[in-house]
Nanobody
Framework: QVRLVESGGGLAQPGGSLRLSCKYSGFTLDYWSIAWFRQAPGKKREGISCFSSLDGSTEYANSVKGRFTISRDAAKNTVYLQMNRLKPEDTAVYHC???????????????WGQGTQVIVSS
């Protein structure tokens, strides 16, 4: 059973940085993907970044491209989301999700973490 645990959320000022962590366990597939999603109050869930263990491929939504970076530390079984140049509109609950497909669509992921809150405000 795949288990995902997020950490690293909190309060940041506009223009600041935060790093989210997603510690994973239980993958039995030869390869898998982990994606980050976020959902702000009153808004649809948005897929923002994905990492593939097959070849290290990464993908970003236009809303975060150039500001956020996804990476993996295999020794720590952890996927990170480095968030730079944060904006108030980045405020949301951030979830990591695990699945077989390299995708930013929530329907492609069956395992989800509990979420971590990010607030960007001065």
């Amino acid at each position: 059973q795949v288990r995902l645990v997020e950490s690293g959320g909190g309060l940041a000022q506009p223009g600041g940085s935060l790093r989210l962590s997603c510690k994973y366990s239980g993958f039995t597939l030869d390869y898998w993907s982990i994606a980050w999603f976020r959902q702000a109050p009153g808004k649809k869930r948005e897929g923002i970044s994905c990492f593939s263990s097959l070849d290290g491929s990464t993908e970003y939504a236009n809303s975060v491209k150039g500001r956020f970076t996804i990476s993996r530390d295999a020794a720590k079984n952890t996927v990170y989301l480095q968030m730079n140049r944060l904006k108030p509109e980045d405020t949301a609950v951030y979830h990591c999700a695990g699945g077989r497909y390299f995708s930013l669509s929530s329907e492609d992921f069956g395992a989800w973490g509990q979420g971590t809150q990010v607030i960007v405000s001065s």
